[in-house]
Antibody, heavy 124, light 105 residues
Framework: QVQLQESDPGLVKPSQTLSLTCSVS??????????WSWVRQSPGKALEWLGS???????KYNPSLRDRLSISADPSARQFSLSLTSTSAADTALYFC????????????????WGRGTRVTVSS | DIQISQSPSSLSASVGDRVTITCRTS??????LNWYQHKPGESPKLLVY???ILHTGVLSRFKGSGTGTSFTLTITGLQPEDFATYFC?????????FGGGTTVE
């Protein structure tokens, strides 16, 4: 059974860096055919895809956050991480990590496993 | 980015009802549309991918349809465990986007 669990940073002060880790069990981050993603939902807004990292370490970011966002992975630790710099109140959200099934041939992607989400508040 | 308009934002239903949720996209995404179910405090669950393919273990009362810019999720014979928020997602473009969600209450 694949399970993902986000770390809990809680409160982050404005301008500081938000760091989140997703711990994966029941699957290997090294497996081809999957991407590992971060998604967030700000209060009253739709879900927003932030970015993904592949088993080979290739990253893809939402252009709206590209200058501030970095995603990395530590396959031996079965974890992947998000780092978001220069945070503001606009980054207050429920953050999810998810596994993405990715079929290159069919150009097919779907998020087959998610974490429960971790609530992050950016406030002084 | 491809915008998704999901409707309704909420609906009231009873056990046994047929429920229909619609997503409309700002451009043609062929059939690259997924549906998820989310209950508070739980992880979102994949229901349907590629418009109409049920994910493993998803019961047949869920049905996805559509193509191009208009897509529908239909739940036939609503069950107590189906009261949740449903959202759609397009994966046609490199920047994945989501609908605003529909809460079935």
């Amino acid at each position: 059974q694949v399970q993902l669990q986000e770390s809990d940073p809680g409160l982050v002060k404005p301008s500081q860096t938000l760091s989140l880790t997703c711990s994966v069990s029941g699957a290997s981050i090294r497996s081809s055919g999957f991407l590992w993603s971060w998604v967030r939902q700000s209060p009253g807004k739709a879900l927003e895809w932030l970015g993904s990292i592949s088993y080979s370490g290739t990253t893809k970011y939402n252009p709206s956050l590209r200058d501030r966002l970095s995603i990395s992975a530590d396959p031996s630790a079965r974890q992947f991480s998000l780092s978001l710099t220069s945070t503001s109140a606009a980054d207050t959200a429920l953050y999810f990590c998810a596994r993405v099934f990715h079929d290159n041939l069919m150009n097919l992607d779907y998020f087959d496993y998610w974490g429960r989400g971790t609530r992050v508040t950016v406030s002084s | 980015d491809i915008q998704i308009s999901q409707s309704p934002s909420s609906l009231s239903a009873s056990v046994g009802d047929r429920v229909t949720i619609t997503c409309r996209t700002s451009q043609n995404i062929r059939t690259y549309l997924n549906w998820y179910q989310h209950k508070p405090g739980e992880s979102p669950k994949l229901l349907v991918y590629a418009t109409s393919i049920l994910h493993t273990g998803v019961l047949s009362r869920f049905k996805g349809s559509g193509t191009g810019t208009s897509f529908t999720l239909t739940i036939t014979g609503l069950q107590p465990e189906d009261f949740a928020t449903y959202f759609c997602q397009q994966t046609f473009s490199d920047v994945f986007t989501f609908g605003g969600g529909t809460t079935v209450e």
